[in-house]
């Protein structure tokens, strides 16, 4: 899928986190990252029940791949073993990260 300056892949097959940061990065993209509310809401509005794993992990705070606090919005977390970042229809959402789940790549469109 492209928008803006970027493409998005959405992954057929489901793996952990770990896992699916290797996918993104053999694919010459990294997971999924937002740099502001309008783009996390694009992505809300065309996705069903299931959650995908985006960059966004839980070491002294939240943060995405590229170091950066999560800083436009909260993440919903029901336990201190989830430590990985989700986005689904509603929002982003923490998960233990060894749950196997679906990612969305993202790199620069050339």
């Known amino acids: 899928m492209k928008y ?10 489901k793996k952990d986190w ?7 990065l053999s694919r ?3 997971l ?3 740099t ?3 783009e996390m809401s694009l992505f809300k509005s065309f996705l069903d029940e299931d959650f995908y794993w985006i960059g966004l992990r839980n070491s002294s705070g939240w943060r995405w791949e590229d170091g950066s606090a999560l800083n ?3 993440i919903l977390s029901n336990s201190p073993v989830q430590n990985c970042g989700t986005i689904g229809k509603n929002g ?3 998960s233990s990260c060894e749950v196997l789940l679906q990612c969305i790549c993202k790199k620069i469109r050339l």
Do not use: I, M, P, R
Request: aromatic share 16%; hydrophobic share 30%; glycine share 4%.
């Open 4 to 13: 803006g300056d970027h493409c998005y892949y959405f992954s057929v097959e």
């Open 18 to 24: 770990n896992s699916s940061l290797e996918l993104c």
């Open 28 to 30: 010459d993209s990294h």
């Open 32 to 34: 999924l990252t937002f």
């Open 36 to 38: 502001d509310n309008q």
């Open 72 to 74: 436009f919005s909260k």
């Open 92 to 94: 982003l959402q923490a």
